[in-house]
């Protein structure tokens, strides 16, 4: 069966990947060599590799996704990940985006505010031996400051607005990147800071799962 994974990986990147202009040699390696499967419970590992977010089982309250091969990818390769970056994983769900970030990065802070998620996330990762990655329980919309500054943070889930918090967690000349709007009105964005200011750019659509949490805050009217 693994056998039958590893030529499956092999096929998600030349079909998935590569045909969508992910050309970045470290993000492609890394895609073949993390374990998509491991970071899926047994009855869903033979989804591990369609092109479509996953719905990842035993969450409360909203549903949770594992997001699409593609996009993840294009995300990474649009935020720049250097071999000695720190990178903020905001939504980390069963781990599988600490796992390639940790094979693109120096250090990753993998956030999840689902305890079931995080711990699934922490097992899994310390079982494969992804050992730059520490796995922090919270909310999502709030990062995590106690390790922050961040030269990269990523957004695993399309959402409403983008927080200050997030923002703000950025070190000088740090990147981040996510999905504003919902569906086809999806658009992936790169916000980098400089001279202490975040400002973002429309990179390309991208249609994928929401993540909860990040509606923008209703402001009354007259």
């Known amino acids: 069966m693994s056998a039958d994974f590893s030529a499956r990986r092999v096929k998600m990147v030349d079909g998935q990947l590569r045909t969508t202009d992910v050309t970045n040699a470290p993000i492609l390696d890394a ?13 869903q590992s033979d989804l591990a590799y ?8 035993g969450v409360a309250g909203e549903p949770r996704y594992m997001m699409e091969p593609s996009p993840l990818a294009k995300l990474l390769q649009l935020a720049g990940i250097g071999s000695e970056d720190r990178v903020l994983d905001v939504g980390c769900g069963s781990g599988y985006s600490a796992a390639i970030l940790s094979r693109l990065a120096r250090a990753v802070t993998a956030l999840e505010s689902d305890s079931g998620l995080a711990e699934t996330a922490r097992t899994t990762l310390a079982s494969l031996g992804y050992d730059n ?16 500054p961040y030269n990269v943070i990523l957004i695993g889930g399309s959402v409403e607005e983008v927080p200050q918090a997030l923002l703000d ?20 964005r790169l916000f980098l800071k400089t001279t202490g200011i975040a400002t973002g750019r429309r990179a390309f659509n991208a249609a994928i799962k929401p993540l909860p949490g990040f509606e923008r805050v209703r402001v009354f009217e007259f």
């Open 133 to 148: 990655v520490t796995v922090v329980e919270g909310a999502l919309r709030d990062g995590y400051a106690q390790n922050a």
């Open 169 to 188: 967690q950025l070190a000088e000349g740090g990147r981040l990147v996510a999905v504003e709007g919902h569906g086809n009105a999806g658009v992936a």
């Open 50 to 57: 369609i092109d479509e977010d996953i719905r990842l089982s």
């Open 31 to 43: 895609f073949l060599a993390v374990p998509r499967e491991a970071f899926l419970p047994a009855s």
